[in-house]
Each structure stands twice: as structure tokens, then as C-alpha cells.
């Protein structure tokens, strides 16, 4: 999916968290990167539509997000929430709304959950589930949707070093077919294995992006460079 960012502003009260001139994603996957408080969430939340620009506009293969266009865009967001009900049934439960069928439902489930070793969870509340444990299943709730624009915002960050390669291996996933997924995270050497694009955020500005390669290896930017160690 085509999504064009054009003069978005975000701004609290007089606090402006958000500055971007232009940005444009396509297919693949896309790293965001940037220290804490560099507007990566709040760039997230407003592309899912979660929360609205003050200023600006995103277009998504050139039209303004409607009912429609929701069903093609899924969002697992920093703090996810899951409902007070089994694993299985967390993993499911986005599926039930758009209303799946119960053989596709069956299906999607079957492909995706064998990317994790959850199992012994399935029967589990999401109450007693650890903080690794919750992120795998708020992961996959995301992945068996198959949307065609997947965002993730730190996904991996509670999962142990295993566990993060197999989410890489699913985040690949979801970007196939030509589908786009946009990745917060703070791991460069996770960006470095996964990402198509990087982009550099601080102050709520594009400090820098463009080709994974390019970026993280001979960066033009001061801060860049110093935050990589280059
Ligand atoms: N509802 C809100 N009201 C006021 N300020 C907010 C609100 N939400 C976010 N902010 C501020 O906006 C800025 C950007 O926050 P954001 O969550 O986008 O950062 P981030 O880059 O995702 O950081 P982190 O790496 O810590 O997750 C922060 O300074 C934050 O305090
Ligand atoms: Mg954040």
C-alpha cells in the first residue's frame, strides 16, 4: 500500500511532537528508529487512524482512511491490551469481528500460530500469560489478520533472543506479496536483519531515511552517525 504523509503536524497543547515535510512507504518492510520521545508512536497511532493529525494529510493509495480502507490496515501498538479471555481466543478475536469464516479462521490460525511455541498457552487467560508470553500472542493476533499496510511498534521489545527471531521470521512474513510493514523499534542490529528502509526520527522530524543499507552503514546525519557509533 501506497501511503503519502504531506505537511503532518501533531501537536499537545503547545507542544509540537510531530514535524514531517513529506513521507512516502510502499511495499516492504520499514524500520523507525529514534530515542525516546521522538514522535514514533504518535506518527503510528495517527497513520492507523487512532489519533488525528492537527495539521497535514495521509492518503492511502491516494485516498483519505474510510471504513473500507480500515479492514486493509492493522496496528499492534506499544502497551497492547488483550481481552480477559484465552490465547487462542486473543489470536482469533480480530478475525471474529471482520467475521471470518470458521474453515478460513481455522486456517489462518493453523499457518501462523506455529511461528511461536505457544501451545501450552493456548488454553491459558491472558491474565496469567508473562510479558514475553503476551507480546507472542498480541504478535500473532496482528499477523493472522494478513493485512495488506502491517505497523508494529516495538513488538519484540519484552520477547527473549529466540523469540525475537522467530517474530523477525513472521514480520518477514507479513511483508510478503508486496504487502508493507512500518517497524518501531530501538534494535538497530534487528533493523540491519529485517529492514527494507530506515528511518531516523528525533523531535518529531525525519532526521534521516532511505535504504536499510545505506542508512545504518554511512549516514549522513551528526546524530545518526553518533547513535550508531560510526
Ligand atoms: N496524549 C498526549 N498528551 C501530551 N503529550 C503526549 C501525548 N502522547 C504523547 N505525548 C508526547 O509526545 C512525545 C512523543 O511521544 P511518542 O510516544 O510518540 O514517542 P516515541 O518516539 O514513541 O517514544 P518511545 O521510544 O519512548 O516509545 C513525547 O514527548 C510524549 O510525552
Ligand atoms: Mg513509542
Avoid at 528508529?33 to 521522538?38: F, K, T, V, Y
Avoid at 534494535?187 to 531516523?200: G, M, S
Wanted: glycine share 6%; charged share 25%; aromatic share 6%.
Amino acid at each position: 500500500m501506497k501511503v503519502l504523509l504531506s505537511d503532518a503536524v501533531k501537536d499537545y497543547d503547545t507542544c509540537r511532537v510531530l514535524d514531517i515535510g513529506s513521507l512516502e512507504f510502499t511495499k516492504g518492510i520499514y524500520a523507525i528508529l529514534g530515542s525516546n520521545g521522538s514522535g514514533k508512536s504518535t506518527l503510528m497511532s495517527c497513520m492507523a487512524g487512532l489519533e488525528c493529525l492537527s495539521e497535514g494529510s495521509i492518503l492511502y493509495d491516494g485516498r483519505k482512511l474510510d471504513a473500507n480502507l480500515r479492514n486493509s490496515i492493522s496496528i499492534l501498538v506499544q502497551k497492547p491490551y488483550l481481552f480477559n479471555k484465552t490465547s487462542y481466543e486473543n489470536i482469533v478475536s480480530g478475525l471474529k469481528y471482520k467475521r471470518t469464516p470458521k474453515e478460513e479462521l481455522q486456517k489462518r490460525f493453523d499457518k501462523y500460530k506455529s511461528y511461536f511455541e505457544v501451545d501450552d498457552l493456548l488454553n491459558k487467560k491472558s491474565s496469567w500469560l508473562s510479558g514475553g508470553e503476551r507480546a507472542k500472542i498480541a504478535l500473532l493476533r496482528t499477523a493472522v489478520l494478513e493485512t495488506e499496510l502491517t505497523m508494529l511498534d516495538e513488538p519484540t521489545a519484552a520477547m527473549d533472543i529466540e523469540s525475537s527471531m522467530r517474530a523477525e521470521n513472521l514480520i518477514r512474513q507479513m511483508a510478503e506479496n508486496n504487502r508493507t510493514v512500518i517497524l518501531i523499534t530501538h534494535d538497530v542490529h534487528q533493523a540491519k536483519r529485517i529492514a527494507d528502509q530506515v528511518i531516523f526520527m528525533d523531535k518529531g522530524k525525519i532526521i534521516e531515511m532511505g535504504k536499510a543499507e545505506n542508512v545504518l552503514n554511512n549516514p549522513a546525519n551528526k546524530l545518526v552517525r553518533q547513535i550508531l557509533n560510526i
